[in-house]
């Protein structure tokens, strides 16, 4: 068995493997410990190659024990997609795009409750209840469907509407709730014992890390076995970070790579900064934050975040909507349809550049979190050209 138990992330105690109760008595988060010696066994750079295109290539490093209960749609292996830099004044050597949004629920969600499912059908839950921001709401509801097993979905009330849609579309029982994320938790917390259902909510349970742990696995793979100096993450609850961090480790542990860890930056939206706060710097909090998967005024485990930051020599900064906005607008230039989190990483890599924190052979990895559609609001198309004549035509490709 490759899943060996877990090991608490700050004190270091260790425990024998638990799908529940994550939270050490130090305060820190308990994390998945494999059994590496065993691991190296079969999965090999080279065992790799051959196999399927999905995250569960890596499945020697996922906590799911028998292929049977695996719930997968295809989710993972997205493209890495190059940018070119010499179209902008960016003082890095290479930039990529890591293309989340071409996950099977159109976000990187999929990744972490693919494993959550999974663990879930593993041990013969009935039924699961999430508070999210909406797309692991989403994610989570595609893969229970799958899996025969009741979701109840708690988002906050301005959650946007194509999202809350496509939860009911998987047949999950969605509700919104008045306030924020955390109080969509309370939901969650509250009437568990009334309900009976299992929270898989963020670090409620070990899956949902170590899915998203799968994206440093590729992006180490996809690289040829090397990291980018920088990964610029748009930070809400912080589990990607946290699992691509321990992607990292365990691979530097298996001697698949070597060098320094790539220094780590949330970008968050002014409005919800915690991570920015804690580092000290100012944020100009008079903009509300809008309703995306950054908006997160209490994650769970900060005090890793922080560390994570710290010890890669990371920062963390805060962008504005109306930043966001023209970083949707570069990005769709680019072919890429960006979601507000996506775009906020390329916003957060501009604030950057322009602070001159870059080096010049920096390599730098953004990530579009999500597809832009289901943040689309239904306003309709009237303010679009109805062509109705040549010369209309002629008068608008002539401005
Ligand atoms: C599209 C998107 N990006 C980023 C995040 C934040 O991710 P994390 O919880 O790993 O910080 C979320 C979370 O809801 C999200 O939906």
Redesign the pocket.
């Known amino acids: 068995m490759t899943r060996a138990g877990m090991v608490c992330s700050g004190c270091g105690k260790q425990k024998p493997f638990t799908y529940e109760e994550l939270t050490c008595e130090c305060g820190s988060t308990f994390l998945v410990d494999y059994d590496l010696e065993y691991v190296r066994k079969t999965l090999t750079q080279q065992s790799i190659v051959n196999r399927a295109t999905t995250m569960w290539r890596y499945r020697e490093l996922l906590p799911v024990q028998s292929p049977q209960s695996i719930v997968s749609l295809g989710e993972g292996w997205t493209p890495l997609t190059p940018i070119d830099v010499s179209r902008i004044p960016l003082s890095i050597r290479k930039l990529w795009m890591k293309r989340?949004e071409l996950n099977p629920t159109g976000?990187?969600?999929s990744r972490g409750l693919s494993v959550a499912v999974s663990l879930l059908k593993e041990r013969g839950i009935r039924r699961a209840a999430i508070a999210?921001?909406?797309?692991?709401g989403t994610a989570l509801a595609a893969y229970a469907g799958c899996a025969g097993i009741d979701s109840i979905v708690f988002v906050p009330e301005d959650c946007p509407p194509l999202i809350i849609r496509e939860c009911q579309r998987y047949g999950a029982h969605t509700f919104r709730v008045k306030g924020l994320i955390q109080h969509a938790g309370q939901w969650v917390e509250s009437y568990k014992h009334i309900f009976d259902w299992t929270s898989v909510s963020?670090l409620r349970e070990p899956g949902r890390v170590e899915g998203?742990k799968t994206l440093g696995f590729e992006l180490a793979e996809q690289l040829g076995w090397r990291l980018p100096t920088v990964i610029i993450?748009?930070?809400?609850?912080?589990?990607?970070?946290i699992?691509m961090w321990k992607a990292f480790k365990e691979l530097r542990e298996l001697g698949f790579i070597q060098g320094p860890m790539p220094r780590f930056v949330s970008v968050q939206e002014i409005g919800c900064a915690p991570l920015v706060r804690a580092l000290g710097k100012q944020v100009d909090s008079a903009e509300a934050a809008s309703p995306?998967?950054?908006r997160?005024p209490h994650?769970p485990d900060i005090v890793l975040l922080l560390r994570i930051l710290k010890e890669t020599e990371g920062t963390a900064v805060a962008v504005s909507r109306g930043e966001i906005e023209e970083a949707r607008r570069m990005l769709g230039n680019r072919g890429i349809s960006a979601?507000p989190?996506?775009a906020a990483t390329w916003a957060g890599l501009l604030r950057l550049n322009e602070e001159g924190w870059f080096g010049q052979d920096d390599q730098v990895v953004l990530?579009n979190?999500?597809h832009a559609l289901p943040y689309e609001t239904l306003a309709g198309t009237s303010n679009i050209p109805l062509l109705t004549n040549l010369h209309d035509l002629i008068n608008t490709l002539r401005k």
């Open positions: 989340e976000s990187f969600k999210s921001n909406g797309n692991a963020t998203k993450y748009p930070t809400g609850g912080g589990s990607g970070i699992g995306t998967g950054m997160v994650p979601s989190e996506g990530f979190t999500a």
